[in-house]
């Protein structure tokens, strides 16, 4: 498994034609092993299926093989103690490898539900081309793992997304007279600071502090001497579990009404939170599983970001779909690397957890 893991690192899948070049190598070590798989391809990304198993509920683990871009040494795995370095070490070619294994030593004749291994290449661009595609031809199941890095901690909640792009309008007038105008980046600015008390900013959850407000992009102004007339501002918003999308807009909007402020908006991009609870029975038996399986209390927590488990949690009302994969740190960064022994209880819990009662 690790030495898979160290084979997939080196692909150099940062591209779309690397990812594919890392399915396919996925596809035929899998063949090589005696699996069934079928290789799909939507307008040129690919991706693999393989089921295994009997009954009438369906476990899916899913996981992608492409990567963010790296420097050139990153694509050499280097181990060294219980780490294993290089890009896509965490995020999460070791979830993938482990799953892969898993998927070998299953025993279907031991299993009482359907495990389905889905591997993608292009989540790290959206997934929509991919598991989202998958989701739409039919492939989805009962309960979701996609294998992202999580500490082997349980991310069985994520926030939802909002953008919410605004312009704010003001009166152009000479810069050396910026009392006949109005500055539209004073505009903003005011609405800005104003956010921070509106009430759905004051809202936590069991799992979430508050929801995020992130101001990531702001254009204004072309001249030193004349009062900005226009200032376009966009925000992400990730709001909690429980948190209404429209009522977040609506008070976005009335806060400008009620600071007198002349804006447009254009709310897009909006992404479900995902709720799982704990209750769920899916939940309850992994959380036997990682006890079984590592002596630890397993931990619950609410994920910050989004994943390819929103596409399949839309077909069941947000629920049984989360992440749940092995440790390691900095992934995105220089210094990626997963811990070997992790990855190892990671494909124990995934095989405990499949043949569970």
């Given at each position: 498994m690790i030495k898979l893991l160290k084979e997939l690192i080196k692909i150099q899948s940062d591209?779309?034609?690397?990812?594919n070049e890392a399915l396919l190598f996925c596809a035929d070590w899998l063949k090589a092993k005696g699996e069934t798989v079928t290789v799909h391809d939507n307008k040129g990304y690919m991706m693999l299926t393989a089921a295994k198993g009997q009954g009438t509920e369906t476990i899916v683990w899913n996981g992608h093989v492409d990567v963010v871009p790296g420097h050139e040494e990153q694509f050499v795995p280097m181990e060294e103690q219980d780490r294993l370095y290089g890009r896509g070490s965490a995020d999460m070619k070791a979830g993938v490898a482990a799953m892969m294994q898993a998927f070998v030593e299953l025993d279907s004749?031991?299993?009482?539900r359907i495990v389905q291994l889905h591997i993608v290449t292009d989540e790290e661009i959206g997934g929509r081309n991919t598991s989202k595609w998958l989701v739409e031809q039919g492939f989805h199941g009962?309960?979701?793992?996609?294998?992202?890095?999580?500490?082997?901690?349980?991310?069985?909640?994520?926030?939802?997304?909002?953008?919410?792009?605004?312009?704010?309008?003001?009166?152009?007038?000479?810069?050396?007279?910026?009392w006949e105008g109005i500055n539209a980046i004073e505009s903003?600015?005011?609405?800005?600071?104003?956010?921070?008390?509106?009430?759905?900013?004051?809202?936590?959850?069991?799992?979430?502090?508050?929801?995020?407000?992130?101001?990531?992009?702001?254009?204004?102004?072309?001249r030193y001497n004349v009062v900005p007339e226009i200032c376009e501002m966009s925000y992400d918003i990730r709001f909690m579990p429980g948190q209404d999308k429209?009522?977040?807009?609506?008070?976005?909007?009335?806060?400008?009404d009620t600071l007198h402020l002349d804006m447009d908006y254009k709310a897009s991009g909006s992404t479900p939170a995902l709720t799982t609870t704990k209750e769920n029975p899916f939940i309850q038996s992994l959380q036997k599983a990682i006890l079984e399986t590592t002596e630890q209390e397993p931990i619950l927590f609410g994920q910050h970001g989004a994943a390819d488990t929103r596409y399949y949690a839309a077909v069941t009302g947000g629920e049984g779909a989360i992440e749940f994969g092995p440790s390691g740190?900095?992934?995105?960064g220089n210094a990626e690397y997963v811990l070997i022994s992790s990855v190892h209880s990671y494909k124990e819990i995934l095989l405990a957890h499949a043949q569970s009662e």
């Open positions: 591209t779309k034609e690397g990812a004749s031991s299993s009482n009962d309960f979701v793992i996609c294998g992202e890095p999580t500490g082997l901690k349980v991310g069985l909640q994520s926030k939802g997304i909002l953008r919410m792009d605004m312009t704010f309008k003001g009166k152009p007038a000479h810069g050396s007279r910026p903003a600015m005011k609405f800005h600071m104003a956010i921070a008390d509106l009430p759905f900013r004051k809202e936590s959850t069991e799992y979430y502090e508050q929801p995020s407000v992130n101001l990531p992009i702001i254009k204004a102004g072309e429209d009522e977040i807009v609506r008070q976005l909007v009335d806060l400008a740190d900095d992934w995105h």
